[in-house]
C-alpha cells in the first residue's frame, strides 16, 4: 500500500543536524523526496526559488532567526507546511499560530498524519 506522501518533495528546514537527518530519515521512510536541509532562512528562500516543493517542515528557531519569513513565501505559493518546534505555540506570533505545528518530539506517525492532512483537499 503506498502513502499519500509516495513521491511527494518536502522541504527540509531545520538548523540542528542531528534532527535533520532524524527527519530525513523519517520523511524516506514515508516514500517522500527530501529537499534540503537548510539551516538558514535565505538557503530556504532560495531552495524554494530553485526548486518544486509539495510540503514543507520548518523548525521555528533557526539558530536565532525565525522561519516566518519561509512560511511567507511558502504560503505565497500555496505550498503547505508545517512548524516544528520545542517552544509552546503560544509563543509564536498571532499570524502564525493558525498553521500547523509538530511539537518536538514527535514520532514518525505523528509526522504522516500531520502532512497527510495538509494534503488533503
Partial sequence: MSSPLSGRTVLVVEDEMLVAWLLEDMLVDLGCVVIGPAA?????????QANAIDIAVLDVNLNGETSYPIADALAARGVPF????????DRM????????VL?????R??????LTRL???
Fill in 119 to 121: 494534503l488533503l483537499p
Fill in 93 to 100: 506570533p498571532d499570524g502564525y499560530r493558525a498553521f500547523s
Fill in 82 to 89: 508545517a512548524f516544528v518546534t520545542g517552544y509552546d505555540k
Fill in 109 to 114: 506517525a505523528e509526522l504522516s498524519a500531520t
Fill in 103 to 107: 511539537q518536538k518530539p514527535f514520532h
Fill in 40 to 48: 538558514k532562512v535565505n538557503h530556504a528562500l532560495m531552495m524554494i
